[in-house]
């Protein structure tokens, strides 16, 4: 087994940037592919996070209504929900959403309740994956963008761009963002990605009291809209946009983004406006010309497509690993291994409900986040390490506080530098 990966970490592309919320898929198209996935996802990943280091936290959302026509609209979403197997939403008036949540704007119409939405740590939740897989013999081979495949009667061979060269029985396609790409190196056709931002704005700490729950909007078939939303490390996210692009590395913030943001964020949560912003950022969704999941199984070229996992792919994750064995099971010899054969990996939970390391003593290192010496040096001694100050980022929130490294770089740098014996210049992505 392998995992290929074309940049130097994993979960280095759409995983690190989207808006952390662990779907119930009460808003899935019915009997799409999508909400049978974000449904079985959801419950996959809810069970399996625990036990693993990722945090989550069951904090519910509530959809709220600003005019008549989406108030009109709730019981309509309330019936897709039970249509969807969520049978937990409830429309509600009013005074309830403002008794639940005091601190939002004024207008409100109506809402919707959806207990079951979770936070969940998005950065932990690929490097949980990467690690187990590592932990049960996977290889990992990064820096490796596989640039052809050559499928063969018994051996598909996958070439990096380098020259570098693997063979594989069967391959998974789980390339995000360039899923259509992989999927045409194989020959095949169906789908072309146009990538949908998102740009997001996250709200410091001090502002979190005044949020319970997340706070949905009404969603349309384009997008889910813009939500703002508490996040398992103690901040206010808002966000996310949705702009159809052409450019599949345009991970940058816009101004007008932003602005569009900060006008819904005013009036969904005018208190907000009056806190610090910790930082902003961007993802992007691989949207595609087709409303749902672009899954097929080739098995003449021993080839399965993940493609197209739009704006669910967090919550589906485990979902679609399943899928996936299933079609490798059904067309293609593979024989998974046994259940009590696969060893277990416990990564450090990163949510600010929960113990932190520094509680526990250690030399603190990043004082925003309260990240200490010994949590880099556990993230760089790591069986899936971090190699650069993002995937430190990513596996302790170093650099990911109030001062985004303004005060803590350089000692981070220099630490990591000392503990992997790499000049520290490659950590702080210097030339
Ligand atoms: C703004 C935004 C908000 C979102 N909010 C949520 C949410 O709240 N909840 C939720 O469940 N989902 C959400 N999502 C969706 C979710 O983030 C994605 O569906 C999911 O992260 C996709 O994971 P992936 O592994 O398919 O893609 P990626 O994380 O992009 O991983 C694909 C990997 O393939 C690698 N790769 C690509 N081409 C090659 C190649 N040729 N060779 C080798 N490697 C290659 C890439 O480097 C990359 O690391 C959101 C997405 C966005 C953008």
């Known amino acids: 087994m392998a995992l290929v990966e074309a940049r130097n970490d994993v979960g280095a592309g759409t995983s690190k940037a989207n808006t952390a919320i662990l779907h119930t898929g009460f808003d899935a198209v019915p009997g799409?592919?999508?909400?049978?996935?974000?449904?079985?996802?959801?419950?996959?990943?809810?069970?399996?996070?625990p036990t693993v280091?990722?945090?989550v936290e069951e904090?519910?959302?509530v959809l709220v209504a600003w005019d008549d026509e989406q108030a009109a609209n709730l019981p309509t979403l309330e019936k897709k929900a039970?249509?969807?197997?969520?049978?937990?939403?409830?429309?509600?008036?009013?005074?309830?959403?403002?008794?639940?949540?005091?601190h939002l704007g004024d207008g409100i119409t109506g809402g919707m309740l959806v207990p079951g939405e979770h936070l969940i740590d998005p950065w932990s939740t690929?490097?949980?994956?990467?690690?187990?897989?590592?932990?049960?013999?996977?290889?990992?081979?990064?820096?490796?963008?596989?640039?052809?495949?050559?499928?063969?009667?018994?051996?598909?061979?996958?070439?990096?761009?380098?020259?570098?060269?693997?063979?594989?029985?069967?391959?998974?396609?789980?390339?995000?963002?360039?899923?259509?790409?992989?999927?045409?190196?194989?020959?095949?056709?169906?789908?072309?990605?146009?990538?949908?931002?998102?740009?997001?704005?996250?709200?410091?700490?001090l502002a979190r009291p005044l949020l319970g729950r997340t706070i949905l909007p009404v969603p349309t078939s384009h997008t889910k809209g813009v939500l703002v939303a508490p996040t398992v490390f103690g901040n206010i996210m808002l966000g996310p946009t949705a702009d159809d692009i052409d450019d599949r590395g345009a991970t940058?913030?816009?101004?007008?983004?932003?602005?569009?943001?900060?006008?819904?964020?005013?009036?969904?949560?005018?208190?907000?406006?009056?806190?610090?912003?910790?930082?902003?950022?961007?993802?992007?969704?691989?949207?595609?010309?087709?409303?749902?999941?672009?899954l097929s199984c080739e098995p003449s070229a021993r080839y399965i497509c993940l493609g197209g996992i739009r704006s669910t792919g967090l919550t589906s994750s485990m979902a679609l690993a399943e899928d996936a064995l299933a079609m490798l099971a059904t067309h293609m010899p593979a024989t998974p291994k046994a259940l009590d054969e696969l060893a277990t990996i416990r990564l450090t939970p990163l949510g600010e409900a929960g113990?932190?390391?520094?509680?526990?003593?250690?030399?603190?290192?990043?004082?925003?986040?309260?990240?200490?010496?010994?949590?880099?040096?556990?993230?760089?001694?790591?069986?899936?390490?971090?190699?650069?100050?993002?995937?430190?980022?990513?596996?302790?929130?170093?650099?990911?506080?109030?001062?985004?490294?303004?005060?803590?770089?350089a000692e981070v740098c220099a630490h990591a530098a000392v503990a992997s014996d790499r000049p520290m210049s490659e950590w702080m992505g210097l030339p």
């Open 32 to 49: 799409s592919v999508e909400s049978r996935l974000v449904a079985r996802g959801y419950a996959l990943l809810r069970a399996y996070a």
């Open 53 to 55: 280091g990722i945090s």
């Open 59 to 61: 904090t519910g959302a």
């Open 82 to 102: 039970a249509a969807n197997g969520y049978h937990h939403a409830e429309v509600v008036d009013p005074a309830t959403v403002r008794e639940m949540e005091p």
């Open 126 to 205: 690929p490097i949980a994956f990467a690690t187990e897989a590592v932990a049960n013999g996977c290889c990992l081979f990064t820096g490796f963008e596989i640039a052809n495949a050559v499928v063969g009667p018994e051996v598909t061979r996958l070439l990096a761009a380098d020259g570098r060269e693997i063979g594989a029985r069967f391959v998974v396609n789980a390339a995000g963002l360039h899923g259509d790409t992989v999927h045409r190196l194989f020959g095949f056709d169906g789908f072309t990605i146009r990538p949908r931002r998102g740009e997001l704005i996250v709200f410091d700490k």
């Open 252 to 294: 940058g913030s816009t101004r007008s983004g932003l602005d569009g943001l900060l006008r819904k964020g005013h009036r969904i949560l005018p208190a907000l406006m009056h806190e610090e912003v910790t930082a902003v950022y961007a993802g992007l969704r691989a949207a595609t010309e087709h409303s749902d999941y672009q």
């Open 355 to 409: 113990e932190r390391p520094y509680q526990r003593g250690g030399t603190v290192v990043c004082h925003c986040e309260r990240v200490t010496a010994e949590e880099i040096d556990a993230a760089i001694a790591a069986p899936v390490p971090a190699r650069d100050v993002d995937g430190l980022r990513r596996r302790t929130r170093a650099l990911a506080g109030r001062c985004q490294g303004f005060y803590c770089a």
